[in-house]
């Protein structure tokens, strides 16, 4: 098989829209009207007609449209050792603009630890659908996307009462997974992350209640925990990452461009390549891009999964070669802003308009990038 490693020059982040076959399957489950394997039967059959589309609409990086969670993020956490699911009060309740989540959190209840996740067989499923041309990705969420989720658990008497304890356990953690999936075959992850999407808001220290001085800390510590994971990753492992604003129902949760976490991410972090949010105002220009280092790619997410209308290809044409003033043409590729459906609610737009962005896309890059 050729060696295909993420990014491609058109991509995805890497959700789809769950068809109406899956909601339903996963309503009927919810209710106690159909057992765990007949569920998976359901997301098996979806799955393989996703491949099936993805690989059509030509993308070289295949995933499961990430059909088999509820949530980005939580699933996963959750399928860590040392982590619960955890129903919110209401005074503990995530808002977006315009939008408040579901209340369903994590709860640090022991010592973490990743071994034998049940991603695994999620990703050695895929797997068998890659082929000369195609090659799957896992997404993950980030280390620091955990260490966002839970950082007022962290305190006396709870079962991690230092940071630097937690981010331990947590990069050791993530490492046991990289050991494992890598075995599985796999060579490119990509970590999800809203924890610098949320950083770089000029209204977070308000929200948090966090001072200036607090503020970087916590830049440094979400900069560490991802770097000591990343470095306990087996060598070959292709780890990019995506940095996320907030994505449900097509609302999102923070704005501001990416200039006050440059320093940090863009320059600093060991991930081989960065997916960008660039759909809208809420993202800034271009400038945080010379902070990437020589040699890493970009892929601009210039497309927005959360709105229908498509996007002008020849204004798309001028963004990238905005771009471009910044960092090489030759690393810049392109995506989404985010995937379809971060959880299982998806965003407001149908799957037409889903493979219409793709088609895009592909129709952009080989006119520009390829």
Not at 32 to 45: A, C, N, T, W, Y
Not at 194 to 203: E, I, K, N, R
Not at 321 to 346: D, R
Request: proline residues 4%.
């Amino acid at each position: 098989m050729t060696k295909i490693l993420a990014p491609s020059k058109f991509d995805v982040v890497g959700s789809f829209l769950r068809p109406v076959e899956l909601k339903e399957a996963r309503e009927k489950f919810k209710k106690g009207e159909i057992s765990p394997q007949e569920l998976k039967e359901v997301e098996d059959r979806e799955i393989e007609k996703l491949v099936k589309k993805e690989k059509e609409a030509g993308l070289k990086i295949i995933s499961d449209g990430e059909f088999r969670r509820s949530w980005w993020h939580f699933d996963f956490f959750w399928g860590l050792h040392g982590i619960e699911k955890y129903t919110l009060s209401e005074d503990e309740l995530i808002h977006f603009h315009g939008e408040t989540l579901r209340p369903e959190g994590i709860k640090v209840v022991g010592k973490i630890s990743g071994k034998n996740h049940p991603f695994l067989e999620h990703y050695k499923f895929l797997k068998g659908f890659e082929d000369e041309n195609t090659v799957a990705k896992q997404t993950v969420p980030s280390p620091a996307q955990l260490l966002r989720g839970v950082y007022n658990q962290i305190k006396k008497g709870n079962p991690y009462e230092d940071v630097e304890e937690f981010i331990k356990d947590v990069s050791a953690a993530y490492g046991e997974f990289f050991k494992e999936i890598y075995d599985l075959g796999c060579r490119n992850l990509q970590l999800d992350d809203c924890a610098w999407g949320s950083v770089l808001d000029p209204s977070f220290a308000e929200r948090f209640h966090v001072d200036a001085k607090s503020i970087d800390e916590l830049k440094e510590e979400y900069l560490k925990i991802n770097n000591d994971a990343i470095d306990k990753a087996p060598e070959g492992l292709n780890i990019t990452t995506h940095i996320c604003r907030g994505n449900y129902k097509s609302h999102y949760a923070s704005e501001g461009s990416y200039d006050s976490v440059a320093d940090y991410v863009l320059a600093r972090e060991k991930v081989n390549a960065f997916y960008l949010e660039y759909d809208d105002e809420r993202s800034g220009d271009f400038k945080a891009l010379a902070k990437v280092p020589e040699g890493k790619k970009v892929v601009l997410g210039i497309v927005t999964s959360k709105r229908a209308e498509l996007e002008d290809k020849n204004k798309l044409i001028e963004r990238i070669k905005e771009a471009a003033k910044y960092i090489p043409l030759e690393n810049i590729c392109i995506s989404p802003q985010c995937g379809f459906a971060s959880t299982e609610e998806g965003n407001t737009v149908t799957e037409e308009d889903q493979w219409k962005k793709i088609a895009l896309l592909k129709e952009v890059a080989e006119e520009i990038l390829l």
